[in-house]
């Protein structure tokens, strides 16, 4: 069975401002978004790549752009099943103001039960992104051969929830990945069960250093929604 890239889209505009930009349409990379994604071919050079599949929404496509750009003849196409989480009424407000809202501790605590005013469910984020990559294998295996790279590029808590799945692990612990913009996760299916082989692979260790502030990871309480900003 196949082998799958999944990339998070460059840091875009709203992770930039705070904000939870859901579906929001317009949503760009901002400009180290755009730095981002121009190195995305350098890091995947050497790497044989299938076929391309990007989420329907701009900042992926725009992630993708430096690669398609370096690789003409790779395909690319587009995925409404690996698409952000529709978080509904939420999309477009701030982050912060989002902490004291209730539904935050079961998004936080006991994600498989969150459902989103106006939008979906986690769980059914989880299944459309599962049954999307579960159908893109067999494709990219009946076309390539059982030994294909694939590249998916998408959003954080759909990389998460599909990370959640390739380990067995419950979506209600899915908070406890991180997966950056323009991150590397890698997933090598086989008949038996997935490998996680790769995860959040930024190439860049700076995050961990603590910040000027003196804040850094450690002080982290929450998982950020949507995926967070990364290391600034």
Same mark, same amino acid.
């Given at each position: 069975?196949?082998?799958?890239?999944?990339?998070?889209?460059?840091?875009?505009?709203?992770?930039?401002?705070?904000?939870?930009?859901?579906?929001?349409?317009?949503?760009?990379?901002?400009?180290?978004?755009?730095?981002?994604?121009?190195?995305?071919?350098?890091?995947?050079?050497?790497?044989?790549?299938?076929?391309?599949?990007?989420?329907?929404?701009?900042?992926?496509?725009?992630?993708?752009?430096?690669?398609? &750009?370096?690789?003409?003849?790779?395909?690319?196409?587009?995925?409404?099943?690996?698409?952000?989480?529709?978080?509904?009424?939420?999309?477009? =407000?701030?982050?912060?103001?989002?902490?004291?809202?209730?539904?935050?501790?079961?998004?936080?605590?006991?994600?498989?039960?969150?459902?989103?005013?106006?939008?979906?469910?986690? =769980?059914?984020?989880?299944?459309?992104?599962?049954?999307?990559?579960?159908?893109?294998?067999?494709?990219?295996?009946?076309?390539?051969?059982?030994?294909?790279?694939?590249?998916?590029? &998408?959003?954080?808590?759909?990389?998460?929830?599909?990370?959640?799945?390739?380990?067995?692990?419950?979506?209600?612990?899915?908070?406890?990945?991180?997966?950056?913009?323009?991150?590397?996760?890698?997933? =090598?299916?086989?008949?038996?069960?997935?490998?996680?082989?790769?995860?959040?692979?930024?190439?860049?260790?700076?995050?961990?250093?603590?910040?000027?502030?003196? &804040?850094?990871?450690?002080?982290? =309480?929450?998982?950020?929604?949507?995926?967070?900003?990364?290391?600034?």
């Amino acid at each position: 069975m196949p082998t799958l890239i999944l990339v998070r889209h460059g840091r875009s505009t709203a992770n930039n401002s705070g904000v939870l930009a859901g579906r929001t349409p317009g949503v760009a990379l901002d400009e180290r978004g755009a730095a981002q994604a121009a190195a995305l071919p350098d890091r995947l050079a050497g790497v044989e790549l299938a076929a391309a599949v990007s989420s329907p929404l701009q900042r992926c496509r725009e992630t993708l752009a430096p690669l398609l &750009s370096a690789r003409p003849d790779l395909p690319l196409h587009t995925e409404d099943g690996i698409n952000e989480c529709d978080y509904g009424d939420w999309s477009g =407000r701030k982050l912060a103001e989002l902490t004291d809202e209730p539904l935050m501790t079961t998004v936080q605590q006991h994600p498989s039960a969150a459902g989103f005013p106006g939008g979906e469910t986690m =769980r059914t984020m989880q299944n459309r992104a599962v049954e999307a990559v579960r159908s893109w294998n067999a494709r990219i295996e009946e076309q390539h051969g059982p030994e294909a790279v694939y590249l998916m590029c &998408s959003h954080g808590d759909i990389i998460k929830s599909l990370v959640a799945d390739a380990l067995g692990m419950h979506l209600d612990l899915f908070q406890r990945v991180s997966v950056e913009p323009c991150s590397v996760t890698a997933v =090598r299916y086989t008949p038996l069960r997935p490998y996680l082989i790769r995860l959040g692979d930024t190439g860049d260790l700076g995050s961990l250093a603590p910040k000027e502030d003196g &804040s850094g990871a450690s002080a982290e =309480r929450d998982a950020a929604i949507g995926g967070g900003a990364g290391a600034s």
